[in-house]
């Protein structure tokens, strides 16, 4: 019940943001109106209708499904974390029984239903009847379970990054370095598919394109299904890794945590 109530928490305060909120989606589309006009200049000044795999409605619906995957794994965990150290009201959510971690992520849950309904929506609709996108049954099923993974991922990642509040008085600079690494890594700013091969296999080896790049190959049949579920266990294998470290760092971080106040 606790975290049945973290998520109708989450919904409310994202209700208070209702024009924030819509704007988040009238941004969304400016963004693909930009990629737009960029890729029909690149695939025109190339003369090829092919570029690395990738049509020209390919490469759009590559951009409808990152910006819609980028929404729904959109998390700002570490700024309330460090929001949450910095006035000293992290105590009194770390003396109740309950999992802080669980606690944090349900409130998320709250966040994404709003944003299914006023982003995913409106973007799936242009994927479908405008760009035309077309996936099979099991790839939307495998792609909806890596999208939750990616979400899962990617919070972990933040939370990670949250506890640094801990240690850190200032912690706004190493955030947005945080985010603009981790957004082009994952391939929220261009297909990873792009890149050489040699750095191609460096990403592999990182937990970055698990985040966006992947859910997106998914959806677009880029994978097959034996691939996709392939790379799903290994979004499974980031998420026990970087839970196994933010179990470990949080010890760390209870033991060194003083209420400040404000």
């Known amino acids: 019940m606790r975290y049945i109530a973290a998520i109708k928490l989450g919904l409310k305060e994202i209700l208070a943001y ?8 009238i941004i969304a589309l400016m963004h693909l109106a930009v990629w737009y006009f960029v890729w029909s200049a690149v695939f025109g000044y ?15 619906g590559y951009y409808i499904a990152s910006i819609a995957v980028d929404h729904f794994t959109f998390t ?38 709003l944003v299914a309904i006023t982003q995913g929506i409106p973007l799936a609709l242009i994927a479908i009847f405008v760009v035309g996108i077309k996936t099979t049954p099991i790839h939307f099923v ?19 990054f949250g506890m640094a509040a801990f240690w850190l008085t ?17 391939g929220a700013v261009m297909p990873l ?3 050489p091969a040699g750095a191609q296999a460096v990403f592999a080896f990182l937990p970055f394109q698990y985040m966006t790049f992947v859910s997106v190959q998914i959806l677009l049949q880029k994978y097959t299904i034996a691939e996709s579920i392939i790379k799903i266990l290994i979004q499974i294998l980031w998420i026990v890794i970087f839970y196994a470290i933010v179990s470990y760092v949080w010890q760390k971080a209870r033991k060194r945590f003083e209420v400040v106040g404000t």
Not at 46 to 60: D, E, L, N, S, Y
Not at 142 to 160: G, P, Q
């Open 46 to 60: 190339a003369g090829t209708t092919v570029i690395r795999g990738f049509t020209f409605q390919q490469m759009m």
């Open 170 to 186: 200032k912690t706004g600079g190493l955030f947005r370095i945080k985010n603009g690494v981790q957004k082009f890594l994952a």
């Open 193 to 195: 598919s792009l890149f």
């Open 76 to 113: 700002d965990v570490d700024q309330d974390i460090t929001e949450s150290v910095r006035t000293g009201t992290l105590f009194k959510d770390i003396i109740r029984p309950f999992n802080i971690f669980l606690t944090y992520i349900s409130q998320n849950v709250g966040y994404k239903i």
């Open 18 to 25: 209702r024009f924030e909120v819509s704007f988040w989606g």
């Open 142 to 160: 495998l792609f909806m379970v890596s999208l939750a993974l990616a979400f899962l991922l990617k919070f972990s990642f933040a939370y990670l």
